[in-house]
């Protein structure tokens, strides 16, 4: 059974720091990894996706990379502001214990940034 | 907006109620999911629905039962449920297929059973 965590659970960070939020998962046999946004209260917003055979995915201030073969993957946002704070999910699509295609959540990360 | 909506966004129940939540998606999807989101717990995947065949039921009670008619449409028909089903409801969808893709989720409906 494929298990997703993220370290840390919560980050509070001064405006202005590059930060860098971790994702680690036991089986290697993923399809994607997406990372999410969820503001509170709110749905997801999807941020990036790494399909398996990818590195990295960049989209403005935020970097994403993927080592499958290690189970790791970071989320690097550059420059952070007070509206990048959010709780960050990363979520990675496979097929476990016959159960077809399933997206595994990790439990996120709060992060706050303060102005 | 991510072309997902639900709908409602707050509901109360009693325990002896029967109510529904729909989710709507207008991206031309094919696969459609239910999520459950307690407090101080990963998402949970509920239910799946790609093209309109039930491919999924993570060992959820049977007080849940979910309803595809079509593509663009998703219901959550919920009855006799307890206060630790309490939690944010998600709908999400995606391209479906083999491999599902990028979903997208709708804004929730944050469900309260007293």
């Known amino acids: ?115 | 907006e991510t072309g997902v909506t639900q709908t409602p966004r707050h509901l109360v129940m009693g325990m002896t109620n029967k109510k529904s939540l729909k989710c709507e998606q207008h991206l031309g999807h094919n696969a459609m999911y239910w999520y459950k989101q307690s407090a101080k717990k990963p998402l949970e995947l509920m239910f799946v629905y790609n093209f309109k065949e039930q491919t999924e039921n993570n060992s959820v009670p049977s007080r849940f039962s979910p309803e595809c008619p079509n593509s663009s449409h998703l219901f959550l028909h919920l009855h006799t449920l307890q206060p630790e089903d309490s939690a944010l409801y998600l709908c999400a969808s995606s391209q479906g297929g083999v491999q599902t893709g990028e979903q997208y989720f709708g804004p929730g409906t944050r469900l309260t059973v007293t």
């Not at chain 1, 990372?35 to 996706?49: M, V």
């Open chain 1, 1 to 115: 059974k494929q298990e997703v965590t993220q370290i840390p659970a919560a980050l509070s960070v001064p405006e202005g720091e590059n930060l860098v939020l971790n994702c680690s998962f036991t089986d290697s046999a993923i399809y994607n990894l997406q990372w999410f946004r969820q503001d509170p209260g709110k749905g997801l917003t999807s941020l990036l996706l790494i399909q398996s055979s990818q590195r990295e995915q960049t989209s403005g201030r935020l970097n994403a990379s993927l080592d499958k073969s290690s189970g790791r993957s970071t989320l690097y946002i550059a420059a952070s502001q007070p509206g990048d704070s959010a709780t960050y999910l990363c979520a990675v699509e496979g097929v476990w214990d016959n159960a077809g295609n399933m997206l595994t959540f990790g439990g996120g990360t709060r992060l706050m940034v303060k102005p």
